[in-house]
């Protein structure tokens, strides 16, 4: 038998902090609302993250409020480091999302910290709660080019020390995607010439972090 597939929809919060239009808490919250009532488990429905940094995500606190708490879903939210966590604990989310870097730059970018520094906050976050840790750039980072897979599973390990409950590998879109199956440029080399992540070096990547 297959082993069960559960999806979580990441739209109120991935799908919204790229777009020019910043939404009010309570759209965002009806927005949730409405994919837990199409049956949906699992919902990403913040992050906490600094406003001034991603202001389509200001007000975390208000979009959970807003709510209608479903028991058979999962509400969770995403944090870059402790005093992200302090807040989702404070909000009363179901679930925490880590997310760090597979590469320092992309991770400086992102989070303000080298991996090694994010990686010490995950291992301070004491929680009761269902912690995951996404591995951004797993297949080739837009600053830094093409990412082992010995890096991403020696990252994965680590993380598994902390009472993780998964650790996913993501490719990212900055700017430049990185895209799993094309070859579609993620980062210029020395040369100003692109670098490519193939086909064999994806499936190579996702292979040895499954196993």
């Known amino acids: 038998m297959a082993a ?24 965002r919250a009806e927005l ?35 709510i209608e708490r479903h028991n058979d879903v999962t509400y969770s939210g995403l944090v870059l480091n402790e005093k992200g966590y302090e807040r989702l604990a404070a909000c009363g989310l179901d679930a925490v999302h880590f997310t760090l870097g597979a590469t320092d730059e992309f991770n400086r970018r992102n989070a303000n910290r080298t991996v090694d520094e994010s990686v010490a906050e995950l291992e301070r976050i004491d929680t009761d709660l269902r912690v995951s840790v996404s591995i951004s750039v797993s297949f080739g980072c837009p600053f830094e080019g093409r990412v082992s897979p010995d890096t991403v599973i020696a990252l994965a390990e680590r993380c598994e020390l902390f009472d993780v409950v998964e650790a996913t590998v993501r490719v990212n879109v900055l700017n430049d995607p990185v895209l799993c199956g094309l070859q579609t440029k993620s980062a210029l080399n020395r040369q100003g010439r692109p670098q490519w992540v193939t086909p064999t070096q994806a499936r190579e990547t996702r292979r040895r972090t499954c196993a």
């Not at 069960?4 to 759209?27: H, K, S, Y």
């Not at 837990?36 to 995500?57: D, K, N, W």
């Open 4 to 27: 069960p597939v559960t999806i979580c929809d990441v739209g109120p919060r991935d799908g919204l902090q790229n777009e020019a239009e910043t939404l009010a808490p309570e759209m």
């Open 32 to 66: 949730v609302n409405r994919l837990a009532a199409t049956g949906l488990g699992s919902i990403e429905a913040v992050s906490f993250v600094r406003a001034e940094s991603v202001p389509q995500m200001a007000g975390a606190e208000e979009v959970v409020a807003g």
